[in-house]
């Protein structure tokens, strides 16, 4: 079955640090986002992708994050300068149809700030 | 608003049915899902009901829906050790224009041998 693939799947850097979070959504999808889920917390979207820009957003997505579909396969999410606080797990999921199928989402990208 | 409220924690004997409840506050909602977060993993999407349906059955898993109360309940039968998780319902409210997925609370089931 396809699967949405994330890279790595911990990240430890230290505040302040950029760090790049990747995703291979699955192929023939159109929608891709990112959630993230703080220890304990409640899963939060993030932000949403289609057609090659950003779709909708969350007021937790500040100028500090940024995504890119590169080269039409990859899906990244960039924090450019790390805080504590954006230590949680991040999830990439793709959809060909959301109302329809749902999402599929990665295993997702535990990143730690220290 | 978008809240998704559940009950925090559920604990059930091997081999009993579990019941997750989930209220949910947009009427407008197409689509209702449930996901399964195993410890470290991903969200496994379970299943998921069309709203213009009042059950939906698959294998051990039962869905509710009960519109006019927005409440959503899903029901595991004869219920296995490997089916501790945390449980997920979600919704895509129908003014997300482009389809923004929005999560529960989450119920952590935990089943004892």
């Known amino acids: 079955e396809p699967e949405v693939t994330q890279t790595p799947s911990h990240q430890v850097t230290q505040m302040g640090q950029e760090v790049i979070l990747r995703c291979v959504p699955i192929?023939?999808?159109?929608?891709f986002y990112w959630y993230r889920q703080i220890l304990g917390q409640k899963v939060e979207f993030l932000v949403s992708?289609?057609?090659?820009?950003?779709?909708?957003k969350s007021e937790i997505f500040d100028d500090q994050f940024s995504v890119e579909r590169p080269d039409g396969s990859n899906f990244t999410l960039k924090i450019r300068s790390t805080k504590l606080e954006d230590s949680a797990m991040y999830f990439c999921?793709?959809?060909?149809?959301?109302?329809?199928?749902?999402?599929?989402f990665g295993s997702g990208t535990r990143l730690t700030v220290v | 608003g978008e809240d998704v409220e559940q009950s925090l924690f559920l604990s059930v004997r091997e081999g009993d049915s579990s019941v997750i409840n989930c209220t949910y506050t947009?009427?407008?909602?197409?689509?209702l899902y449930w996901y399964k977060q195993e410890p470290g993993a991903g969200l496994q999407l379970l299943t998921y009901i069309f709203s213009n349906m009042d059950m939906k059955q698959d294998q051990r898993l039962t869905v509710l829906l009960n519109k006019k109360d927005k409440h959503l309940s899903l029901r595991i039968a004869d219920t296995q050790t490997g089916d501790s998780a945390i449980y997920f319902c979600a919704e895509i409210p129908m003014n997300t224009g482009f389809q923004k997925l929005v999560f529960g609370t989450g119920t952590r089931l935990l089943v004892s041998p």
């Open positions: 947009d009427s407008s909602s197409t689509y």
């Open positions: 999921a793709s959809s060909e149809a959301p109302r329809n199928y749902g999402y599929t």
């Open positions: 192929s023939n999808h159109l929608y």
């Open positions: 992708f289609y057609n090659n820009e950003i779709s909708e």
